[in-house]
């Protein structure tokens, strides 16, 4: 099992930008697909983001967040990122990270096993 500590929410003006980062303790993520989903008041938990942890770190992203959110990696620091630009108010929600072994990128939040506590995200117009 490996545990996650999600940090860097907060709150920012549209059209600003954001950077999270999970950091890992417990065991390395140098073999996990990490991903990050979010959830919002009122709404079911969805997927943001995931990295593999194959040669290469294949991407994939929501297209509600592609071209403005980059996720990336550091294996040496344990510690995923997710960089997020052009903040829209409906980019609100608690942000969460989260590790499975299963060859990604991962979409499903079913067959990931082990989450952060979340950190909070407000986008205000």
């Known amino acids: 099992q490996v545990q996650l500590v999600e940090s860097g929410g907060g709150v920012v003006q549209a059209g600003g930008s954001l950077r999270l980062s999970c950091t890992a303790s417990g065991r390395t993520l140098s073999t996990y697909t990490m991903g990050w989903f979010r959830q919002a008041p009122g709404k079911e938990r969805e997927f943001v983001a995931a990295?593999?942890?194959?040669?290469?770190?294949?991407?994939d992203y929501a297209d509600s967040v592609k071209g403005r959110f980059t996720i990336s990696r550091d294996n040496a620091k344990n510690t995923v990122y997710l960089q997020m630009n052009i903040l829209k108010p409906e980019d609100t929600a608690v942000y969460y990270c989260?590790?499975?072994?299963?060859?990604?990128?991962?979409?499903?939040?079913?067959?990931?096993?082990?989450w952060g506590q979340g950190t909070q995200v407000t986008v205000s117009s």
């Open positions: 990295i593999s942890w194959s040669v290469g770190s294949n991407t």
């Open positions: 989260a590790a499975t072994q299963i060859l990604g990128p991962v979409r499903a939040s079913t067959l990931y096993n082990d």
